[in-house]
């Protein structure tokens, strides 16, 4: 069964740390693996898109990484601020479909504390 | 800057009514999907659209429909609201990629509770 698996569930950290999410996945065959950014209230905005032969990817503070062959992938967050407060949610795309159908992780509920 | 947009944000409504979620992107996406959300829950996706007069159901069995007559507008409607429906409904577009690389570009929800 094709399934995304995020830890932690939730996440407390103090202004200016870093953190690091994770995302196991059993999606296969992989086509791309994407990070989304869901602020309270709004739609989820990309952070990142990973393919198979890429291993990392930046967007400012936010580096994500992707071990293919163990399925994992990470979400590195640098200096965190106040406004990295959101849920960061892990997808998965499979290349076995034409509709390149995604699968959706739970998310992480990030909460930086000043 | 959100190039999607939905309307209305929030919506309360007694059982049985009918109702259309809207959702308009201006970026001329041809695909388009509305997904299902709920709290701590990941998103299931209800309806997707290749371009005009495309339209398909997603893996959530659903009583709502979808018509796609222009490529910018992408409508839902719920023939007959039930409670069950209470949820927050997400519009999505995306270009058409055959490598499946293209990130999608989400509205910021409409927050549905049937009463």
């Known amino acids: 069964k094709n399934q995304v698996e995020q830890s932690p569930q939730s996440l407390i950290i103090l202004e200016g740390k870093n953190c690091t999410l994770q995302?196991?996945?059993?999606?296969?065959?992989?086509?791309?693996l994407r990070w989304y950014k869901q602020d309270t209230g709004r739609g989820p905005v990309s952070l990142t898109i990973?393919?198979?032969?890429?291993n990392t990817k930046s967007n400012g503070r936010y580096t994500a990484t992707l071990d293919a062959d163990t399925k994992q992938s990470s979400l590195h967050i640098t200096a965190s601020q106040l406004s990295d407060s959101a849920s960061y949610i892990c997808v998965v795309s499979d290349r076995g479909s034409t509709l390149g159908r995604l699968y959706f992780g739970r998310g992480t509920q990030l909460t930086v504390w000043p | 800057e959100a190039d999607i947009y939905q309307t209305p944000r929030y919506l309360v409504i007694g059982t049985g009514k009918k109702i259309t979620l809207e959702c308009s992107q201006t970026?001329?996406?041809?695909?388009m999907y509305w997904y299902q959300q709920d709290p701590g829950m990941e998103l299931h996706l209800i309806h997707y659209?290749?371009?005009?007069?495309?339209?398909e159901k997603g893996d959530l069995s659903s009583e709502s429909t979808v018509s796609r007559i222009r490529t910018e507008h992408f409508p839902l409607t719920l023939e007959s609201a039930r409670p069950s429906h209470t949820s927050q409904y997400l519009c999505a577009s995306s270009e058409i990629d055959r490598n499946y690389n293209s990130p999608l570009h989400f509205g910021n929800g409409t927050r549905l509770t049937v009463t």
């Open positions: 990973m393919t198979f032969s890429e």
């Open positions: 995302c196991n996945y059993t999606v296969s065959p992989f086509s791309n």
């Open positions: 659209s290749y371009g005009v007069n495309s339209t």
């Open positions: 970026m001329g996406h041809d695909k």
